[in-house]
């Protein structure tokens, strides 16, 4: 079985197919039940403010989660000015989250600029020329993606003094030591040299990046921040700012807790890194053990694959239409939580904070590895999961990885 929470809707026929909400150009996302609404709104999606309103703070977006930690930052910084720039992925699912995400940072009093980013192949140049005089203007900007393409070319037209990267779930901690090694910014599951025809062209765009997120020396006038919930050790001159899910707290919650157990998926194999049938054979051990009743799928798990799951497990798969750390805070929520080695075994235990939810996270054997993963990919999750704090650990079992 495969449900969906308010705000996305199933393609009939087609378990774990959604779609967003509508999204006509320019309209907001339905609200929220249950949540109050700002009596400040501002302007929709495409209607800029006044221009002064428009220079402060300037934010790129890719994903929820980049989203909701940008809303986490303003909140902690008092930043009440901010323009999120949405620059809006292919995906389905990440479209929907992200509209409902842009809601609440328009009901929190910020301004949100939707950008079709990826919508052909004149899209970037429209995307950048329109952007450019915003970047021009902005005295500080946030982003959520410093691996992003994208993210890297507006960069290089940045004149902001101050950067702020925001997390982006575990990617962060792989930056943080990539720009402490001073190495070139390469996803942890990216296996290849990175030296293909398009590597090589976007390279001067990279390295000018790289530039701009390494702070200046003692003195200089720019300065580079992060904004982060994961266990880090900044190079000097980076002020780490602790994200405690403040907001996520004050707005959402607390949950009703259900008697059953929740699972949380992870998209391992869609990025080659995990055997798809081992990764199965590893949540029906799971959920067998543990009692477990639902499947919270990540926004990029397969429908191929959650079909499997079901029909395997017995499971019900459940497609979020928000960041799992909203979901689980708005309720109703499993008194535990057991997740793969990903962003969630950080976050969920700090916004689930006063609440009796567990959270447990399963350890990832050698032998699930594909032939294609990384050979980076084993060293960095056990390193988000050996740095998990106030979550439970559960190693593999011969069992669990025979199947």
């Not at 949405?86 to 301004?111: N, W």
């Not at 990540?298 to 459940?318: D, N, P, Q």
């Amino acid at each position: 079985m495969v449900s969906s929470p308010e705000g996305t809707r199933a393609v009939p026929g087609t378990p774990g197919a959604e779609v967003p909400p509508p999204e006509t150009t320019g309209s907001p996302a339905r609200g929220l039940r249950g949540v109050p609404r700002q009596r400040h709104r501002t302007a929709r999606s495409g209607a800029p403010r006044a221009a002064a309103r428009d220079t402060g703070t300037l934010a790129f977006v890719e994903s929820p989660v980049q989203l909701l930690n940008a809303l986490e930052w303003a909140h902690t910084a008092q930043a009440t000015e901010l323009t999120v720039v949405v620059l809006s992925p292919h995906d389905p699912m990440t479209r929907g989250q992200l509209r409902r995400m842009a809601e609440l940072a328009r009901d929190e009093g910020h301004t949100v600029r939707w950008e079709e980013a990826r919508g052909g192949p004149t899209a970037p140049m429209r995307t950048i020329g329109g952007l450019t005089p915003l970047l021009r203007r902005a005295r500080r900007v946030v982003i959520g993606d410093p691996f992003s393409r994208y993210v890297q070319l507006l960069l290089s037209l940045a004149k902001a003094r101050e950067l702020v990267v925001v997390d982006d779930g575990t990617a962060t901690m792989e930056f943080i030591s990539q720009l402490a090694r001073g190495e070139r910014l390469v996803r942890w599951h990216r296996n290849g040299s990175g030296r293909g025809a398009r590597d090589l062209v976007f390279a001067p765009f990279s390295a000018t990046a790289r530039r701009r997120l390494t702070p200046a020396p003692e003195g200089g006038r720019r300065t580079v921040g992060l904004f982060s919930s994961m266990p880090v050790e900044a190079p000097p001159g980076v002020e780490v700012t602790t994200n405690d899910f403040a907001w996520t707290r004050g707005r959402f919650g607390p949950p009703r807790l259900t008697r059953a157990a929740d699972i949380v998926g992870t998209s391992l194999v869609e990025t080659g890194v995990v055997d798809a049938d081992r990764y199965l054979a590893a949540v029906r051990t799971l959920a067998r053990t543990h009692g477990a009743t639902r499947y919270f799928a990540h926004r990029k798990e397969s429908t191929e694959k959650l079909r499997r799951l079901v029909a395997e497990t017995g499971l019900e798969v459940v497609r979020p239409d928000l960041p799992l750390e909203l979901i689980a805070r708005r309720g109703p929520i499993g008194r535990l939580i057991v997740s793969f080695p990903s962003t969630v075994v950080h976050t969920l235990p700090l916004a689930l904070l006063g609440t009796e939810v567990k959270v447990a996270v399963c350890d990832i054997d050698p032998e699930w590895l594909t032939a294609n993963a990384s050979p980076r990919a084993q060293g960095f999750l056990d390193g988000v999961t050996g740095t998990a704090r106030d979550v439970q650990r559960l190693p593999f079992t011969q069992r669990m990885a025979a199947g």
